[in-house]
């Protein structure tokens, strides 16, 4: 941090502490159990999944960090929080070195850093253990953006190093092979019109570089699963495009939540409409702005801006178009619009009215993050009841366990839905009660008509007649512990039912 002042270091490292501590009191909640970053057990390191296991999605630090944290499981999630905030605020602080490199003022790079940092819509990642991969993958791109455009000559080795990180954390991260010629192209032709009058031969190079890494990337995830279907066609899994949304409805969400707008106060019930109110009302006059400066930058001729708004619709475009519509995913959405700011507040204080709607830009952020967090901890609080009830119902800790969870589809607003077996990941937080990683849990769900009370739908495809849902769950718990220690059905209330398996 030795570029920013005295200032401006106690407000960072504060705002550092201040989240860090917050997050270290939430437990994990719904994937986050279940999620490779959560200490695992391998037979041996050629049992980590480290290449492609089904297309275009390739994730191998997660899995080595799962075995990490295996061999120290008492430092989870804790340590997991640490590198998420960690990751969160290093890449607000490389935000703020490439709007100095750009030659924006340190009072713009800064302030544009910090509401990046408290943007009411980054909570979901970095309150999350989940969004490890998230995190430290714009971390790592953005680290190759910088050290491509820190000096002159672009430092070549590192940037490659680095770009390699981010996709090995998230598959996203391989934007930063070409986001990193791109910014370095934009750095020295900030003006369209010098484009022209420039020399572009001595730009091949680093385009090239970034698009046949670009290549050997998706050779690498596409092509050996293409490879390893067509060696073994009886596991050959043919793709289909079901796991496609609407694009439009996934790019209205992503874009939608580089505003501050509280959804769950919107969405859950009970709709907390003061909440919603302040976060649409406070928020949207900095973001108007902003917008408002950017379109003149872009139409003057300003590559950086047009440069960022590409980058910002391609992010969004490629969550959107596949099943990542999550506030999560909004993450790296977020922070390049967050460099929308740096015009603005470039002018200020010229511009009265700019304190005031940054004042109220806060207040926004501050009011959505310290919702969403007591919505998490009602959700922790909804974890204990299952922890309680299933340990209170446990003689034998069992090693294989099938879990059958009730759910009567009053589905939420993404992870803030305190319903207690999202909020105890399906079971899974009685690994870490019991100090077991290796259990297996088995985990599927079922429909219950609230006054029928009849199983009316199940992704284990039971079939039944006139039988109630009672009978059809002891039908289910009588079948399953032939190959199951325990059976546990686990209701929204908290409320469990355990049946094990009985030891001779």
């Given at each position: 941090?030795?570029?920013?002042?005295?200032?401006q270091?106690i407000?960072?490292?504060?705002?550092f502490?201040?989240?860090?501590?917050?997050?270290?009191?939430i437990?994990?909640?719904?994937?986050?159990?279940?999620?490779?970053?959560e200490?695992?057990?391998?037979?041996?390191?050629?049992?980590?999944?480290?290449f492609?296991?089904?297309?275009?999605?390739?994730?191998p630090?997660?899995?080595?960090w799962g075995?990490?944290?295996?061999i120290?499981?008492?430092?989870?999630?804790?340590?997991n929080h640490?590198?998420?905030?960690?990751g969160h605020?290093?890449?607000?602080?490389?935000?703020?070195l490439?709007?100095k490199?750009?030659?924006?003022s340190q009072?713009?790079?800064f302030i544009?850093a910090m509401?990046f940092v408290?943007s009411?819509?980054?909570f979901?990642?970095f309150?999350?253990?989940d969004?490890?991969?998230?995190?430290?993958?714009l971390?790592?791109g953005m680290?190759?953006?910088?050290?491509?455009i820190?000096r002159?000559?672009p430092?070549?080795?590192?940037?490659l190093?680095?770009a390699?990180?981010s996709?090995?954390?998230k598959?996203?991260?391989?934007?930063?092979?070409?986001?990193?010629p791109l910014?370095?192209?934009?750095?020295?032709?900030r003006?369209?019109?010098?484009i022209?009058?420039?020399r572009?031969k001595?730009?091949y190079?680093?385009f090239l570089?970034?698009f046949?890494?670009?290549?050997?990337y998706?050779f690498i995830t596409f092509g050996?699963?293409?490879?390893?279907?067509?060696?073994?066609?009886?596991?050959?899994?043919p793709?289909?495009?079901?796991?496609?949304?609407?694009?439009?409805?996934?790019?209205?969400?992503?874009l939608g939540r580089?505003?501050?707008?509280?959804?769950?106060?919107?969405?859950l019930s009970?709709?907390n409409?003061?909440?919603a109110f302040?976060?649409?009302?406070?928020?949207?006059?900095l973001?108007?702005?902003s917008?408002?400066y950017?379109?003149?930058?872009?139409?003057?001729?300003?590559?950086l801006?047009c440069a960022?708004?590409c980058?910002?619709?391609v992010f969004?475009v490629?969550h959107?178009?596949?099943?990542a519509?999550t506030?999560?995913?909004s993450?790296?959405c977020?922070f390049?619009?967050?460099?929308?700011f740096?015009?603005?507040f470039e002018?200020f204080p010229?511009?009265r009215?700019?304190?005031v709607?940054?004042?109220?830009?806060?207040?926004a952020?501050?009011?959505s993050?310290?919702?969403k967090y007591?919505l998490?901890?009602?959700?922790?609080?909804?974890a204990?009841?299952?922890?309680t009830?299933i340990?209170?119902?446990t003689t034998n800790?069992?090693?294989q366990?099938?879990?059958?969870l009730?759910d009567n589809q009053?589905?939420?607003?993404?992870?803030?839905?305190p319903?207690?077996p999202?909020?105890a990941g399906?079971?899974?937080?009685m690994k870490?009660?019991?100090n077991?990683?290796?259990?297996?849990i088995d985990?599927v769900?079922c429909?219950?008509d609230?006054?029928?009370?009849?199983?009316i739908?199940t992704?284990i495809?039971?079939?039944?007649?006139n039988?109630t849902?009672?009978?059809?769950?002891?039908?289910t718990i009588?079948e399953?512990?032939?190959?199951?220690?325990?059976?546990w059905?686990?209701?929204q209330?908290?409320?469990?039912?355990?049946?094990e398996?009985e030891?001779?």
């Open positions: 941090m030795k570029f920013l002042s005295s200032n270091k407000i960072f490292s504060g705002t502490a201040v989240i860090l501590i917050a997050t270290l009191f437990m994990p909640y719904g994937d986050d159990w279940s999620y490779r970053t200490p695992h057990f391998y037979d041996s390191l050629s049992s980590i999944p480290l492609p296991e089904n297309g275009g999605k390739w994730r630090f997660d899995s080595l075995a990490f944290m295996g120290m499981p008492w430092a989870y999630p804790f340590l640490l590198f998420v905030v960690g605020f290093l890449s607000a602080y490389l935000l703020f490439t709007g490199r750009f030659g924006f009072r713009a790079s544009s509401l408290i009411g819509n980054t979901a990642t309150s999350s253990i969004s490890l991969n998230q995190s430290l993958s971390t790592f680290l190759a953006v910088w050290f491509f820190k002159d000559k430092d070549y080795f590192l940037y190093l680095f390699i990180l996709v090995c954390w598959e996203s991260g391989f934007f930063f092979f070409l986001i990193a910014m370095r192209f934009v750095l020295r032709f003006k369209i019109s010098a022209g009058e420039a572009l001595e730009e190079l680093p570089i970034g046949v890494a670009t290549l050997v998706f050996s699963h293409f490879i390893s279907n067509m060696l073994n066609a009886a596991n050959k899994e793709w289909s495009g079901s796991e496609f949304y609407n694009l439009k409805f996934g790019l209205a969400a992503l580089i505003i501050p707008v509280d959804l769950p106060s919107l969405l009970p709709r409409y003061c909440v302040v976060s649409i009302v406070f928020g949207m006059p973001i108007a702005l917008f408002i950017a379109l003149k930058k872009i139409f003057r001729g300003d590559s801006m960022i708004f980058i910002v619709l969004a490629s959107a178009s596949v099943n519509i506030e999560m995913n993450y790296p977020i390049f619009a967050s460099f929308f740096l015009p603005v002018s010229k511009r009215v700019l304190p709607f940054t004042i109220l830009f806060v207040t952020c501050l009011t993050l310290i919702h007591s998490i901890v009602k959700s922790n609080r909804a204990e009841v299952i922890v009830n340990t209170g119902q800790i069992p090693d366990v099938f879990c059958l009730i009053s589905l939420g607003h993404d992870i803030y839905q319903i207690a999202i909020a399906s079971g899974y937080i870490r009660v019991w077991k990683w290796g259990m297996k985990v769900s429909q219950i609230g006054d029928e009370k009849e199983l739908k992704n495809k039971l079939k039944f007649d039988r849902a009672e009978e059809e769950i002891g039908r009588e399953k512990l032939k190959t199951y220690d325990a059976v059905v686990i209701f209330n908290g409320e469990v039912r355990v049946a398996k030891r001779g």
